[in-house]
């Protein structure tokens, strides 16, 4: 970068999605911290850590629980209790307080989990297929678990469990929520070929593999308004050991999500990648990309993307955690702060609200 942007840059330019108002394209991706109370209440920490960030045009929460069951690490918030609730709202009031706008991200981690963080309860899954490698647990590093393949009758009362979240998050002020179909969890998981091999309705097609994801949002939908509703999707993105061969159940899937007025759709995907035009093809309403774990966002690009009208905004994650004023430094070119790895996922203030502001 060699210049501060422009009043008219497309990066800047205010967007109406779905029930909001937002002052700029430049949105905060969620972002996994491991803050939270044991129980998962959010804390002073976090309350201070978004309000921080409310610049942003859209702050996207971290991956939050929907039911106990949901929990796949430890120290993750839930949407689920009371005490969350009430935790969400003192998020909510700090945000909007400095004039953001804040979506809780629902996460149901389904296999990403096991027993020693789900109180001895085996995790599930829409089928019995055990992922490689290990995940951190209150008691270290542990491999992961075989699920519990969900029963086709017990599908509706975990959308029911969507839903209570949803309306849970916006009864504390939280403006919306976003439905994390990405990254290998439960969503993603029905929806990927590799995962999932059920028989039912919600196996084998692509039509089928996408039913649970188009349930769970109508669900959300019904319970909150479909204006206050985003999904994210990470199309044969391999994280959590997923593999899909076949990804056409995403056009599938966007298609069916379209028909329901949702605010937005959120894809993680390197820009070049040819889904991202064919889903803009399908989408209708707001369109915002991820550009990927495996390259850092580049302002320029990302400014570029959106004034071609390839997105209608963009997420940005490591660098809102270094930097809460981003789109400030942005603008004006300024230096930015560089991220300290070592406490991205768990700990205290250090490395999470710490990091040094312009002014």
Do not use: C
Not at 84 to 111: F, N, S, Y
Not at 167 to 194: M, P, T
Not at 253 to 270: F, M, Q
Not at 286 to 299: A, I, Q
């Amino acid at each position: 970068m060699t210049r501060p942007l422009s009043a008219d840059s497309p990066l800047l330019q205010p967007i109406t999605v779905g029930a909001w108002q937002l002052p700029n394209r430049i949105w905060m991706a969620p972002l996994t911290r491991n803050r939270a109370d044991d129980d998962g209440t959010p804390n002073a920490l976090q309350v201070e850590y978004y309000a921080q960030r409310a610049g942003a045009g859209l702050i996207v929460s971290e991956g939050s629980q929907p039911s106990a069951l949901g929990q796949g690490y430890p120290n993750t918030p839930g949407v689920h209790t009371d005490a969350q609730q009430e935790g969400w709202k003192r998020v909510a009031d700090a945000v909007h307080a400095e004039g953001g706008t804040i979506v809780t991200q629902l996460m149901h981690a389904g296999r990403i989990s096991h027993p020693d963080t789900l109180g001895g309860q085996t995790p599930v899954a829409p089928s019995a297929v055990q992922a490689a490698g290990e995940v951190f647990t209150v008691n270290g590093q542990q491999a992961f678990p075989t699920p519990r393949e969900l029963a086709t009758d017990e599908l509706p009362g975990v959308a029911q469990q969507y839903a209570d979240a949803a309306r849970r998050a916006v009864a504390a002020g939280i403006d919306g929520i976003e439905l994390h179909a990405a990254n290998g969890y439960l969503l993603h998981q029905f929806l990927a070929d590799g995962v999932n091999g059920r028989t039912d309705n919600y196996g084998g097609s692509p039509e089928n593999r996408a039913r649970f994801v188009v349930e769970v949002a109508k669900a959300a939908a019904d319970a909150i308004g479909a204006d206050r509703v985003g999904v994210r999707i990470s199309p044969a993105h391999p994280f959590n050991d997923v593999t899909e061969d076949d990804v056409s159940v995403y056009e599938t899937l966007v298609t069916r999500l379209d028909e329901l007025g949702l605010a937005y759709l959120h894809v993680l995907a390197e820009a070049d990648d040819p889904i991202v035009a064919k889903l803009r093809s399908v989408w209708t309403r707001t369109l915002v990309l991820n550009t990927g774990f495996g390259t850092e966002s580049d302002r320029d690009q990302l400014e570029d993307l959106i004034g071609s009208g390839a997105v209608d905004a963009v997420t940005v994650g490591r660098k809102f955690i270094a930097n809460p004023d981003l789109v400030q430094r942005w603008t004006d070119d300024a230096e930015l702060n560089a991220p300290d790895e070592g406490s991205f996922y768990g700990g205290g203030a250090e490395g999470y609200t710490d990091y040094p502001v312009l002014h």
